[in-house]
Structures are given as structure tokens and as C-alpha cells.
């Protein structure tokens, strides 16, 4: 006989989890080693996120689950589709309503509230891996505030390029102790970490590290005084809600290469698009 | 039963295949062919690019023949392959011309032509099915029309000179072929993707997870990722025009990794290429991977990771000849032994004759230091 616990894991699982990302909060930035299990999709597809989600979620939560800021992407909806089944708590698209967001790779659009949770997905969560491939050395350097070779990256960067190359991932300062990667999210996001009243958690199933930042914490890009932190985004407008200020998704419409530009965030964009018609409704009688 | 060191030993082969051939049937008569054929296709897709011979039923023979070990079963089908005349050389598969059941590209959430998952199981969740947990909603099986043509995602980058040309084979001659010639070094650029095109789906596995852990990582995204049938022809001298014998199945995945250049250099993306026969995701998505990692050095990026050694990779990522050697290590080497034993005996009884003199040496100046 196959059975399966609310949310998957057994309660002594969740609980272990859930001790971690307390020292994880007590410690901001710092990676705290857990017992990851093997979860029912691949590492890598959000293994981590999905333990922490199903370490933190009770049946009144109300879960919301974006991939590259969309709720109908695919991963999102195999994630989301798993939790109904595995706990049968609701799950929105609204990110307004969601008590806990689960995201790979963007954060909303919109501001999160100090009632939230968002739950990232982390590949990698050691930002010194590209600099310091062996992990018990890149420990002893977080230790030890050893920091310097992530500037003399960005300043190598700097003179090759001419500028930060980092166009995601941009590694961040917590608390002014610890460097952390933020995840995969694109540098347009980095701004929102710092001082969220939203908790923070971080889920890294494959390497086995959970992080989180606590609610109002600092969160600085690291940057120089003369080149400081520039988060991008395409230079372009929403083709749907006219949006100028929210991260773009590039859509190739033909052969001939003609390009639109769309919200990444498909709540906000479909927000906005709503409260339009409302006004142009109001407007008209 | 006992070991006895006996010559010959025909009997004993003779016996150990009549053990497996029993094993294998079970109770009843084991699988057939036409089931092997339609359960186990990811096995015999393996099969096949690993034996390197694009033959379904054979490799699903192979399959049983060997109780379902691959590397067993792609050995096999390498071994028939020795034996086949060698005709003529097919012409290059087109892949844009692919009759496409499946196509994703994570670096544009549209493409021309769409996204499409084919029959693929990524976003499954991996739970055993106990009838409790039906999917919410479960589809009738949609066999979508395969399309075709369809053009490559990365075009509309290539149109942009964002991504670098193909890389040139390195000559204008027909490229070296792997089958016909020693593996020599320096490789160029198609012998590097033909041994790793047959290497053993593991090892390349894990050389392509070493590169994203930052042994020799190479930044990628997957530019796109295909699978469906392409047809192969042939000119025969004799007609002096292309026929086609036959479709194969392919997966090809393009791999699109991060810019090199300076500031003088414009920045542009550079490529990773994978390509395997049957649907094979993991193999294709390794390949182009390890691929790209060996263009490190003519990329002039840092070297010094395993995946990024040309030598040590194509030598090691044949299964066939890696099972084999370390495998022989169960044949007997009671020769190199003995000699082994003749002489370990030699130096400990050197060593025991020294200390012997040397404690003789000592008592004597104890003996010495007494008076």
C-alpha cells in the first residue's frame, strides 16, 4: 500500500527542514547543510523550493508558483499540480492573494507584504562556485569574509567588457557579513531583496543548502563607487499592458525576426490590463 | 562448486551460458522481441548510439540477449557492426528538415513554430501510480502531427551575428572518420563529436554535471532541442543522384553559451553541439555540453578541468573498450602474479638479512660501548 504524507514528506522530515531554516534565518545569507530527500521531479527542477514549500505549508496557506515570472509556464504548473495533489491547498495566480510563492528564476512584480513568503529555487548556492569549484574552501572563505576575488572578478569584468557582465545571479551582501547568490534571478530583481518586508527562503535540493533573508534585512549588489550596480532590463514596452518600468520577455513573432516585448510577470501584466478596462469602463459611463 | 585451476574449462563455459540462458527465460519464456521493441524503447535508443549502428530490432535483440545490460547489449551490436561491409557514405542528415514531434528552446519563451514537449515525461511527478492519484485531468493520447520544416530557434540569433558561425571542421576534405582511423591527438572538431556521439551516456553525464559545478563551466542555455525523424540518402556512383534509404530517429540539441571576446572583440554567444540517434535528451543535452567544454582551449578560456581535456576525455568515454579492460581484470594473471610474489619475497628477505646484519652491527657496538 502507497500513501503519502500532507505534502509529501514525513513530519520528522519537514520538521528537520524547518529547523534548518530557522538557524538559516538566525544567520542571514549563511548556507545551512540539510538532509535533502529525493523529491518526485529531477534536481534541478526545483527540488529545493519544493522542500521548503512542503516544509512550511499548512492548509491554509494559499501557494502561487512562478517560472520566469509565469504561472502558466510548464514547470510552474507540474510544481503547483504536485502541491494541489500532494496537500490539496488552493493555489492562485494572484500574487496579492498567495501566502507563499514559490519562484525559480524572477520576483514578482509586485511589492510582497510582510504576511508572504517567497521560496526561491537555488541551482547553485555558493556564489564563489565559478571563482572556487572545491566547496570546503569557498566555506572557509565566507568564514572568513574572504571576499576579495568576487571584486577582482567584477573588476576584471569591468576592464574586458567595460562593465559587469553578470547579467543574472549578481551576487549580493547580506547584512554586510555574508555573500550570497540571490539565485538565477536577473539583476532587475536584486533590487527588491533589500529590506523585503516578505521572509526570504532559499531552497538548494541537489547541493543541499537551505539560506534565507529575514524580513527587512539589507540586501546591497555588490558594486563599486565608480561603476555602480546596474540592473538591466530590455528597452522596450509591454505589448499587451503597456507597461515601461516591469522586466521584459522577448517574443520572436516571424521568420523575419520581428520582435515584441511582453511582461515576464504574467499577474502583473494581466493586473494591469484589468484595472485599464475597469477605468476605461468608469470613463465611459 | 570448487575453483580448481584447470585448463581448457570448455565444460565450465558451457554451463555458466546454460545458467544466464535459464535465468533470463524465468518461468515462463521471457520477454518477446515485439515487447522489448515497444517497453524498452529509451533502453535501445542507448543501445544503438552507443553500439553505433541505428538498428531498432537488432538492438532490441541485443537487449534480451544481454538480460537488459546496455553496455552488454551495445557491445554486441558493435561487434555485428564489425562485420558489415562498409558501402557508402551517407549524405549529412539535414535536421532542419526534421519531421519534429518535439521541440523546446529555453531562451525564447515563444519561437516560430511553438514549443512543443512531443512525448516526453519531464514534468511528471515521479510517484508510483496507486490509482488514488489519477492525474487531475488525463487527456486522451494526442499523437500531434509531426512538423516540418521547422526552422532552428537560434536563427533569429545568428541573423543578429550574436552567435558565432558553425566552427569549421578545420579543412575542406570530407572529415576524418573515427570508424576507419585511431583516435589521434590533437582531434579535430568531427572526431571529437563522434567519440563523444558512441561514449558511454554515463560518462558524459557526468563530465556535463562537472562543468555546471564549476569544473570548466561553459555558461549554457539550451538554444534548442529536438527530436523527430530525418531522412538519410545516399548518391550511388552508379546513379550519381541523392535517393533516400530511410528515416532515423535524432535528438539534436544547440546549446548556447555565454559570450568570450574583449573589448576590442565584440562579445558573442558560442556553441555547444549534441547530437544522438533516438530520443535521448540526457545524452544529446551531455554531449553538446562536453562538447563545448573541449572548445576551451581555442577559446582561449581557462583550462585545466577533466571535462575540458580532450585527451583524457575521447580516450576514456568508449564503454566498449572501457568494460573491457577493466573487466579483464577477472581473467587469469596467475603469471604476472607469480613473478609479482617471486619478487615482493626477494625484497623482504633482502630487508630481513639487512636488519639481521644490523642488529648484529648494533649488539656488537653495545657490546663495545660495555667495556
Known amino acids: 500500500m502507497i500513501a503519502y504524507n500532507f505534502a509529501y514528506l514525513d513530519e520528522q522530515t519537514k520538521r528537520g527542514i524547518r529547523r534548518a531554516l530557522l538557524k538559516a534565518v538566525a544567520i542571514p545569507g549563511w548556507q545551512v547543510p540539510f538532509a535533502s530527500r529525493e523529491m518526485p521531479l ?63 528564476h524572477r520576483i514578482p512584480e509586485q511589492a510582497l507584504t510582510e504576511d508572504q513568503v517567497i521560496v526561491y529555487q537555488v541551482p547553485q548556492p555558493e556564489p564563489l562556485w565559478k571563482l572556487i569549484p572545491e566547496r570546503p574552501v569557498a566555506r572557509r572563505a565566507h568564514a572568513l569574509s574572504d571576499y576579495g576575488m568576487m571584486y577582482v572578478k567584477l573588476y ?50 541537489r ?23 546596474h540592473p538591466g532590463r530590455a ?14 520577455d522577448e517574443i520572436i513573432i516571424d521568420d523575419h525576426g520581428t520582435r515584441r516585448f511582453l511582461c515576464s510577470d504574467t499577474d502583473y501584466c494581466a493586473g494591469r490590463i484589468e484595472e485599464a478596462e475597469r477605468r476605461a469602463e468608469e470613463g465611459g459611463q | 562448486m570448487a575453483f580448481v585451476a584447470t585448463k581448457g574449462g570448455e565444460d565450465a ?35 544503438m548510439a552507443e553500439g553505433a549502428l541505428y538498428d531498432p530490432d537488432l538492438a532490441a535483440r541485443a537487449l ?62 515521479r510517484l508510483f501510480d496507486t490509482g488514488e492519484t489519477a492525474p487531475e485531468s488525463a487527456p486522451d493520447p494526442v499523437a500531434a502531427e509531426p512538423v516540418s520544416p521547422l526552422p532552428s530557434a537560434m536563427g533569429i540569433l545568428g541573423g543578429e551575428t550574436l552567435l558565432e558561425a558553425i566552427p569549421a571542421a578545420g579543412h ?56 523527430g525523424e530525418v531522412a538519410v540518402s545516399v548518391v550511388p556512383p552508379e546513379l550519381g543522384f541523392a535517393i533516400e534509404i530511410g528515416d532515423i530517429v535524432v535528438t539534436e540539441c544547440q546549446m548556447v553559451n555565454q559570450f568570450t571576446g574583449s573589448k576590442t572583440v565584440p562579445p558573442q554567444f558560442t556553441r555547444g553541439y549534441g547530437l544522438s540517434v ?46 573491457g579492460f577493466v573487466e579483464h581484470l577477472k581473467l587469469p594473471h596467475y603469471v604476472d602474479f607469480q613473478s609479482e610474489l617471486e619478487i615482493i619475497r626477494a625484497i623482504r628477505r633482502q630487508a630481513d638479512e639487512q636488519r639481521a646484519e644490523d642488529g648484529m652491527d648494533r649488539k656488537k657496538e653495545d657490546g663495545d660501548d660495555r667495556v
Open chain 2, 172 to 227: 575542406d576534405a570530407p572529415p576524418a572518420d573515427l570508424t576507419t582511423m585511431p583516435l589521434d591527438f590533437p582531434a579535430s572538431r568531427p572526431i571529437r563529436l563522434q567519440a563523444l556521439a558512441r561514449g558511454d551516456e554515463g560518462f558524459l553525464l557526468s563530465l556535463a554535471y562537472s562543468t555546471q559545478r564549476g569544473y570548466g563551466n561553459t555558461h549554457p542555455f539550451v538554444g534548442e532541442l529536438r527530436m
Open chain 1, 42 to 104: 529531477p534536481y534541478g527542477w526545483g527540488t529545493g523550493g519544493i522542500q521548503v514549500t512542503a516544509a512550511i505549508i499548512g492548509q491554509d496557506d494559499r501557494l502561487k508558483v512562478i517560472d520566469q515570472g509565469a504561472d502558466d509556464t510548464t514547470n510552474a504548473v507540474a510544481i503547483a499540480s504536485f502541491f494541489r495533489r500532494m496537500t490539496g491547498v488552493e493555489t492562485t495566480t494572484r500574487t496579492a492573494e498567495a501566502t507563499i510563492i514559490q519562484t525559480r
Open chain 2, 13 to 47: 563455459i558451457a554451463a555458466a551460458h546454460a545458467w544466464r540462458a535459464d535465468r533470463r527465460r524465468g518461468d515462463g519464456e521471457g520477454c518477446t522481441l515485439r515487447q522489448a521493441t515497444t517497453s524498452f524503447g529509451r533502453a535501445i535508443d542507448r543501445v
Open chain 2, 278 to 323: 533516438g530520443h535521448a535528451d540526457r545524452r544529446a543535452m551531455s554531449m553538446a555540453l562536453v562538447e563545448r567544454a573541449l572548445r576551451a582551449d581555442e577559446l582561449g578560456e581557462a583550462t585545466g578541468s577533466p571535462a575540458q581535456d580532450p585527451e583524457f576525455v575521447l580516450s576514456h568515454c568508449d564503454n566498449i573498450q572501457a568494460t
Open chain 1, 207 to 229: 547541493e543541499r543548502r537551505l539560506y534565507a533573508v529575514p524580513p527587512y534585512t539589507p540586501v546591497r549588489s555588490l558594486d563599486f563607487t565608480d561603476h555602480p550596480f
Open chain 2, 64 to 125: 534480451l540477449q544481454a538480460e537488459g545490460d546496455l553496455v552488454e547489449a551495445a557491445f554486441l551490436l558493435r561487434s555485428y557492426r564489425a562485420t558489415q561491409p562498409r558501402l557508402v557514405d551517407a549524405r549529412p542528415i539535414d535536421t532542419t528538415a526534421m519531421r519534429v514531434q518535439r521541440r523546446v528552446s529555453a531562451i525564447f519563451k515563444d519561437v516560430l513554430g511553438g514549443q512543443r514537449l512531443g512525448p516526453t515525461a519531464d514534468y511528471s511527478h
Open chain 1, 156 to 205: 576584471e569584468d569591468i576592464t574586458r567588457f567595460g562593465r559587469v557582465s553578470s547579467a543574472y545571479d549578481h551576487p549580493v551582501m547580506v547584512n554586510g557579513r555574508v555573500l550570497m547568490s540571490p539565485s538565477p534571478i536577473p539583476a532587475f530583481d536584486n533590487p527588491k531583496m533589500d529590506a523585503m518586508p516578505a521572509l526570504q527562503l532559499f531552497g538548494a535540493g
Open chain 1, 235 to 248: 528597452d522596450g514596452t509591454c505589448a499587451f499592458c503597456g507597461s515601461t518600468s516591469s522586466y521584459l
